[in-house]
């Protein structure tokens, strides 16, 4: 009977002490508090102008998931993304924001405007064109080549980079985890 006992205090000491390094490691996970543009940094802050004259940020924490792409209009690939961008807009509208930035530097703002228009982009469309400083926040992301995108949780720490292009069902997929875990 005191064997049992033993053995029972035994077991009931390590799963106490299971559940205290759980919620002692739950507390070490506390958001980054560098930017970067990585995997499980914050996004990098910026604020652009869109083609709609409204000022959109990236600041930390926000309502809704965000889906941030990097394109140019005379980028073949992103031709390709366009109808799926749109696609996940209409699907995400409540739960994901996409902010499209336009690699101005690359690019002119005509042909921005055309190519929104064009593929039906009715989320933001940003120029990174800000006080003459093209090409600023492409840089502070580190973007090698378009498009490319960032997926931001709701506290602002980027969850994954997908440079290029993916099969339409492994985008959505990689948006539905975002929003489920955001």
Known sequence: MKRNLAVLIIVAALVGFAIY??????AARALPSEQAAKKDFLAPHFELQG???QTYAVNGEREKVLFINFWASWCGPCELEAPELVHLHEKYQDELDIYAVNATQD???DNAKAFAEEYGFEFPVLL??????KGEVTDLY???GYPMSFLVNRSGVIVDIIPGI??????ESRVKKLIKNG
Do not use: R, S
């Open 21 to 26: 390094q759980n919620v002692t490691d739950e």
């Open 51 to 53: 083609l709609d004259g």
């Open 107 to 109: 690019d002119n703002v």
């Open 128 to 133: 990174d064109d800000q006080e003459g400083k």
């Open 142 to 144: 580190n973007v090698y």
């Open 166 to 171: 993916l099969p339409p069902d492994d985008l």
